[in-house]
């Protein structure tokens, strides 16, 4: 049966970023497909919440409360999953973000700042989990941004953090074939809570979907299956690739109104 092919039976994932939005939804998505689940983000009460959710679907998850700014904590939940679960198949490294900010605003610790948050987090949780990844035969899925990809105003940080993620991502996974997988997902307007300032505002709600050729904003599940797609033999045959998982974005569907310079 082709559905067998997104089973994820008994496997054991890391999804940093866990308590809200994509991330959790890509936790209980996991479970859902057959895997336990060791989950982090700051928040404890958001993460029981997601673990009770997880247990609903008849599998385990395992609680890491902790800051994932710091690339230590994120590469020690590498440890962990191996220490609770005995195995580790899959990493998310879906931890990340920065806010926007105007060009000359942007200092060049902002910039670093955003570096560390968006790729260094992913390398370290990467690097420390390779060993067990390479006993599996497992794979990373890393979460970027459509604008990595396209031009806006205000985004030069969080931007370019997450163009050094996808392009990273095709270099881990140069590096880690044949027996380790790599590839990102490109991510566009999600209604999650770092969005709430827009999609809870009709006016502008209504801008961004006119403005996405798919009409719509998208939601949380549609990261988390493409998550399984590609964390599962359904997408088996690919590595070092970035899917666009983005309404069809060429261009971004919000602007901020910065002014020009001069």
Known sequence: MILDRFKLTDQ?????????GIGAATAVALAEAGADVVIASRTEAQLSEIAARVSE?????????VDLSSPEAAAALAATAVS??????????NVGGTYPRPLLESSVEFME????????????LTTAAAPA???????????SSVLGRV??????????AKAALAHYTRLAAADLAPKVRVNAISVGSVA??????????????????????????????DIAATVIFLASRAGGYLTGKILEVDGGLQTPNLELGLPDLG
Not at 113 to 124: D, I, K, P, Q
Not at 200 to 214: C, D, I, Q, V, Y
């Open 12 to 20: 054991v994932a890391v999804v940093t970023g866990a308590g809200r």
């Open 57 to 65: 679907a008849g599998r385990r998850a395992h609680v890491v409360a």
């Open 84 to 93: 609770e679960f005995g195995r580790l198949d899959l990493v998310v490294n």
């Open 113 to 124: 700042e955003a570096f560390r948050f968006n790729v260094a987090t992913a390398h370290a």
């Open 133 to 143: 990844l390479l006993e599996t035969g497992g794979s990373v899925v890393n979460i």
């Open 151 to 160: 031009s806006g105003r205000g985004f030069a940080a969080y931007g370019t």
């Open 192 to 221: 999650t809570s770092a969005l709430e300032i827009v999609v809870g505002n009709p006016e502008l709600r209504s801008k961004m979907e006119a403005a996405t050729p798919l009409k719509r904003i998208g939601d949380a599940e």
